[in-house]
């Protein structure tokens, strides 16, 4: 079966970086996405990786390691409002996405 | 600037009625996707639809229906309610037809209780 793992939950401090790790095993790999989810609102797009390496926008990076079916996501210079569930998807070979459940970041002051 | 639009936010609704919830994008997009996201569990695809005039189902797409006459709309019908179809629904739409790099962007949501 095809399967997406992430952390429940992790806990971080204001102006600190955290990495929030996510595993794949999908049937076939056409790119691996992050979306941030505050609670209430809807999902939206951070960022997307492909090819292996490291992609930096802003504050937020994303890696990513296809040998190994691995994918991190680096947020820098924690804010408050980064407090939220960041969701991992890969799109399979059927170019549909499929969900992890989602890691709650808290951030604490 | 509306992007995807949702209707109702949140419903109550008997166990056995019938309900359709609404999702209108101005984009463009061609494909267009309905998700149900429940407590503990990631998001689930119920149906899905590249292109107007076509639509595919999903990972759980029991008890629902959707149809995509035109290019913005994907309405997603529950025939007879149950319980366990209580969650938040979302509506999605991506510029592609599902190919790589298809990020996927999201409606607000409809917030849905069965009794």
């Known amino acids: 079966g095809q399967n997406i793992d992430q952390p429940t939950e992790m806990t971080a401090t204001e102006g600190a970086i955290v990495q929030i790790n996510c595993t794949y095993q999908?049937?076939?790999?056409?790119?691996l996405f992050w979306y941030q989810q505050h609670a209430g609102e809807a999902p939206t797009f951070l960022s997307y990786?492909?090819l292996d390496g490291l992609e930096e926008k802003g504050r937020f990076s994303s890696f990513l390691s296809r040998s190994k079916g691995y994918s991190y996501l680096l947020l820098k210079e924690l804010q408050m409002k980064d407090s939220a569930s960041y969701l991992c998807?890969?799109?399979?070979?059927?170019?549909?996405?499929?969900w992890g459940a989602g890691t709650k970041l808290i951030i604490k002051p | 600037i509306a992007g995807i639009t949702q209707a109702p936010t949140s419903q109550i609704l008997a166990a056995g009625r019938r309900m359709t919830l609404r999702c209108t994008q101005d984009?463009?997009?061609?494909?267009m996707y309905w998700y149900r996201q429940d407590l503990g569990l990631g998001l689930r695809l119920i149906h899905y639809?590249?292109?107007?005039?076509?639509?595919g189902k999903g990972e759980v797409p029991d008890g629902y229906s959707v149809s995509r006459a035109n290019t913005d709309d994907f309405p997603l019908t529950l025939a007879s309610a149950v319980p366990s179809q209580t969650s938040v629904y979302f509506c999605?739409?991506?510029?592609?037809?599902?190919?790589?790099?298809?990020?996927?962007?999201f409606g607000p949501g409809t917030r849905l209780t069965v009794l």
């Open positions: 990786n492909v």
């Open positions: 999908t049937s076939g790999f056409n790119g």
């Open positions: 639809s590249n292109t107007a005039g076509t639509t």
């Open positions: 998807a890969v799109m399979d070979s059927n170019y549909q996405l499929i």
């Open positions: 984009m463009r997009h061609n494909a």
């Open positions: 999605a739409s991506s510029d592609s037809s599902g190919g790589p790099h298809d990020t996927q962007y």
